[in-house]
Structure formats: C-alpha cells, structure tokens
C-alpha cells in the first residue's frame, strides 16, 4: 500500500511555471513507476507523463516540452516542472503510482487526492 500527498497547485497567470510534488509512504515497492494524470472539467483523466524508479520517462502530448517530470527516490517523491502554461492546462492534476508488473493506467495504481492548477489572467 502508498498513500500520495500533491502539493504544488495554484493559480499562475498564462505563461507561468508551477513545480507539483507528489510525496510517497508506504512501501517503495508499490512505487516502481510514479506518475502525473489531469483531469479538466466535463472532461476524462488524462496522461501527462510518468518515470520509472530508474528515471525512465514518457510523456503525453499535451505537456511535451513544457512538462518536465523527475523524481527523487531518497525521498520518494515525483515532481512535474510546469513552464509556459497555458489557460487549456487548468485542471486537477493527480499523482500515481504502481508496482512493477501493473500497467500504468488511469483505472490501476494507487491516485493521490489531486491539486488545482487554475492558468488564469
């Protein structure tokens, strides 16, 4: 079992930069891969990007070079460098994880509660 904790979110004029963290506990085995989903108003949770313990990434579209997604292991926290945003990137962004040999999915893992991300003049 893991519980995720996100912080990071707030409201950034068009433009801006936020950094979300995303802190672990529980077993480390339950977060192999960690990773970061959004979900906008009226709209499905959607992949952002998401990095293996040994700092393999992929990433959607969506936030392919402007989201920059790392992680720390000592600490076991996954972060998503967000630059250049956008008013089309407000959502709640959600942190993930899952052990080796789970598809990363948005119906598998263990999901944080989320975090606002308002991109808002």
């Known amino acids: 079992q893991v519980q995720l904790v996100e912080s990071g979110g707030g409201v950034v004029q068009p433009g801006g930069s936020l950094r979300l963290s995303c802190a672990a506990s529980?077993?480390?085995?339950?977060?192999?891969?960690m990773g970061w989903y959004r979900q906008a108003p009226g709209k499905e949770r959607d992949f952002i990007a998401l990095?293996?313990?040994?700092?393999?990434?992929n990433y959607a579209g969506a936030g392919k070079g402007r989201f920059t997604i790392s992680r720390d292991n000592g600490k076991n926290t996954v972060y998503l460098q967000m630059n250049s945003l956008k008013p089309d990137d407000t959502a709640v962004y959600y942190c993930a994880s899952w052990p080796i040999a789970v598809t990363p999915s948005r119906s598998s893992g263990y999901w944080g509660r989320g975090t606002q991300v308002t991109v808002s003049s």
């Open positions: 990095i293996t313990r040994g700092g393999s990434t």
């Open positions: 529980g077993s480390i085995l339950s977060s192999i891969v």
